[in-house]
């Protein structure tokens, strides 16, 4: 086993000598797509030494990107190996995402459900990550293409979804919150829209952000902002009342998401048999029969 071990961590340096060499200069025109091992294999491959084949593919990946003749496939393979060497490498999944779709050639709508695929298994690892579902949401609502109405509403209702949900974590550009609005108006969702937008304006602190929230949800509403932004006020002003009231030891924002504590105004044991006695009272049902004590 040791040196089955040994030389596993002699090939990796090797490559890793030969990686950095190529990383100094990028691929020239007409360069062959880098090797790549498909996700099954590229962990028996790394002989144990998983984290670092996956940074010497990183490096890879990088220069590869860098050269003037990267095509989605090479990108693809060398992003695919990598998630699959370390599924918390953080970085690799919206870097590797983005390069495809932008690669120098060979981008087609199989490059784009291939990037969402990485995104979406980036969006398992890192939940609070906003950038993936954000990058998803646009490759699915401007990048992707169909001429089938069906296809294309799937398409743009996943999209907004992921868009909507990416806005409400911790570090994302409220203002895309106007897109959203958008997408879920074009969709038939103008109420949705109007509450999505209604409930980001009470938690938004970004001036600039909260100007654009308040112009659209004037427009979607046929009212004057100024009006609007009063109505926002007021309801702010009532939502910190109760906050600080209820559950001050919460942040604003957390008491929106859950609200007001729960009374407890119930009987397990009533939720369990609907309020029916059954010590006391007739058997539960209309159908039942009576019987005579026995003697």
Sequence with gaps: MRPLVA???AVIGLSVAHLARDAAEPPAEGAEEPYA??????P???VGYREVYADWLSIR???????QQSTAEGLATLTEAIIALDPRYHRAYEYGANAMTIASSGVTQATYLRAIAILEQGMTQFPDDWKLPYLAGEIYTVDLTTTDAKQRRAWDERGTLLTESAIRKPGAPQE???????MQ???GKR???IRSLRELLLVTRDDDARKRLLDKLAQLEGADSAEVAGEIYEERRKLDA?????RPDLDSTMYILLGPRLVPGFDLADLATGGADLAAGPPVGKDYEVLEPLE
């Design 185 to 187: 108006t074009k969709l």
């Design 176 to 182: 895309a919150a106007v897109w959203v609005a958008y």
């Design 242 to 246: 109760r906050w600080l009231l209820d």
């Design 7 to 9: 030389f596993g961590v």
């Design 44 to 46: 028996i491959v790394s």
């Design 37 to 42: 091992p498909s996700p099954a294999f590229a």
């Design 191 to 193: 109420d949705q829209a």
């Design 61 to 67: 990946l990088t220069a590869y990107f860098g050269g």
